[in-house]
């Protein structure tokens, strides 16, 4: 029996819809995956890995500003002798991505970036970046152009790219990253982490209501105060806007929409929870602020609902515009409004829509299989390269 590749994969923390790609991965490759650290503060899901087989380990770590340090990464490099390096870029694992490149070059072993960051930005520091002491605002902005200098030296010395989508691509190429170097994928969220609704029928105080969804953490990035806005906008007695998810702005978003009895906090939601309020939605908002890519968009379709979507998610790509939902500028309550009412105004256009969902192939939203076949060609790539 051939030998299995062995590889090893640097990720930021447990993320319950990257463990089935792992999982995946694990079948072709002899596979370890380093975690940087278990979770963030504001993440509330579970990091359980239970029903998983893949090889892992949680890295020891200390906080250096934004960045985590894992001292012993190094130590874990020299025990095991990995043919492939893979890092998924994150600002706070930078340091660690260093030393696993430097110690890949000593070794002269191949190395793979998962990329699918254009800006140089730190969320979270992002307070830091409007405060008005001017020691935590010159942090921001050294932490900062820290970040940015490193990611211009670092990525001539990768042997390929995985990229999320042809918005990362097109930032890799201005970069001067050959073409030939990157292999752009689809995020596609797991199926298996998507459960069926258990509703048959909207709750009796739903009933006679048009719903419109939203489900993420409720932060600054999502945009969802730019989502109350536009929902007070339309002054509708007809028309339910329930928010799903938790964070630090909540009691800041509860204070704006505290005069519209129609938004509705449900918390956190996941599972078939989530499923439920996605079964009962007419459609879906995201009002992000910045995303890498936007699982919820995947989300959406999986469950047959067209999205109203701002420009700075990547996943914005999965949409085609007035036939799957709409793309807004962020930032934008009046833009917002707009799409929603005309959705709201418009019954033909959005049972077209949805039917038009329907018929999105799961090999685009769902199919683990398509973003494990950007990693084989990425890897492929980087070791054909090097004979």
Known sequence: MKKKLKVMILHNIISPYRNPLFEELSKKYDLTVYFCKENDAERKWSTKLNDYSFKHKILLHRNLGPFVINHTLKKELKEKDFDVYVVFENPESAFSTKKVLRYAKEQNKKFILVNGRRDDEIYSLREMKESKNPIKKSFYWFSKLTYKNYREKIYKKFDSFTSYCNATTKHLISKDISQSKI???????????????????????????????????????????????????????????????????EKKLKELAKDNKNIIFLGYKDGVEKANYYSIADFFVFPTLYDVWGYVVAESFYYGKPIICTDKAEAKELIEEGKTGFIVPDKNSDALAEAMKRLLDNPKLLAEMKENVKKIPKSKIVDIKTTVKTFENAINYALEKGK
């Not at 995020?187 to 993420?216: A, C, R, T």
């Open 183 to 249: 292999f752009t994928g689809i995020q596609n969220y797991p199926e298996s982490l998507l459960l069926k609704p258990i509703w048959k029928e909207k709750p009796k105080e739903f009933k006679d209501k048009k719903i419109i969804f939203h489900i993420g953490y409720l932060n600054e990035r999502k945009g969802v105060n730019y989502l109350i806005e536009a929902f007070n906008k339309l002054n509708r007695t007809d028309t339910i806007l329930l928010i799903a998810g938790v964070g630090e702005d």
